[in-house]
């Protein structure tokens, strides 16, 4: 009996986090098998950077649409384990610049490999069909519009005059 499955879209954000944490749990086992100490959610920094630019961590935020205070403690695990370097911008004091250490450019080819793969074990999951990230993209469109709080307040007030 798969109580989240029986709430339907009621539970859309349980059964979301249920999915990812499974991935996710997942490709940590995968790093550690294969001697890296490295998180799942750290990829996303690891593309934006592996270009070689110094990005400032405002940018990562925005780009990667997470509030600033998460970036920051992202970066800062990775710098911890060697994987980033972090400077304070020249023109920008406030601005600490982030990028790859030599330690994580030297990783990027084999990271990309295992980023690969990944990438097609998910295809596969959603045997090639891609209409999944249509409806993410409404969703997430849908709530930069109206936010989903305003969106639960408003039903609640609603339910409330009724």
């Given at each position: 009996m798969d109580f989240i499955k029986e709430l339907g879209y009621k539970a859309?954000?349980?059964r979301l986090k249920r999915i990812s944490d499974r991935i996710a749990h997942d490709v940590r086992k995968f790093y550690k098998e294969q001697g890296l100490d490295i998180e799942?959610?750290?990829y996303l920094?690891?593309?934006l950077l592996r270009h070689g630019e110094a990005v400032p961590i405002a940018a990562i935020a925005e780009r990667?649409?997470?509030a600033h205070p998460s970036v920051v403690i992202l970066v800062r695990k990775m710098a911890e384990k060697?994987?980033?370097l972090v400077k304070q911008d020249s023109k920008d004091r406030r601005q600490q610049l982030v990028s790859l250490s030599p330690k994580a450019a030297k990783l990027l080819p084999q990271l990309e490999k295992i980023w690969d793969s990944c990438e097609k074990a998910i295809l596969q999951v959603l045997a090639d069909d891609l209409a999944i990230l249509r409806h993410l993209?409404?969703?997430d469109a849908a709530l930069k519009t109206r936010s989903f709080h305003d969106r639960f307040q408003q039903a609640y007030l609603d339910s409330s005059i009724s």
């Open positions: 859309l954000d349980s799942p959610n750290w920094v690891f593309m990667l649409g997470y060697k994987y980033l993209d409404q969703i």
